[in-house]
Nanobody, 116 residues
């Protein structure tokens, strides 16, 4: 059974940084492109960033480009999202999944709250 467990969220002031982690189990992590999504209250879940299987290619939502960095360590079955210069509008629950996503891979997410 595939499990994706997000961690690293928290409360931070605007301009601060957080590093999210996504630990994968029950899957061959290295053969999957991966992604981060977020969902703010009252809004639809949106793609934040994605990364290829070997980590050589990435893409980002316009809203986070230049501030967030997605990366992965296949040897540790783990993906990361380094978030810098955080803004209140980044407040959301952040989720990881494969790319494209699978409905049965969504986890609990990790809450990120940015205060102004």
């Amino acid at each position: 059974q595939v499990q994706l467990v997000e961690s690293g969220g928290g409360l931070v002031q605007a301009g601060g940084s957080l590093r999210l982690s996504c630990a994968a189990s029950g899957m061959i992590f290295s053969i999957n492109a991966m992604s981060w999504y977020r969902q703010a209250p009252g809004k639809q879940r949106e793609l934040v960033a994605a990364i290829t299987r070997d980590g050589t290619d990435t893409n980002y939502a316009v809203a986070v480009k230049g501030r967030f960095t997605i990366s992965r360590e296949n040897a540790k079955n783990t993906m990361y999202l380094q978030m810098n210069s955080l803004k209140p509008e980044d407040t959301a629950v952040y989720y990881c999944n494969t790319y494209p996503t699978r409905w049965d891979y969504w986890g609990q997410g990790t809450q990120v709250t940015v205060s102004s």
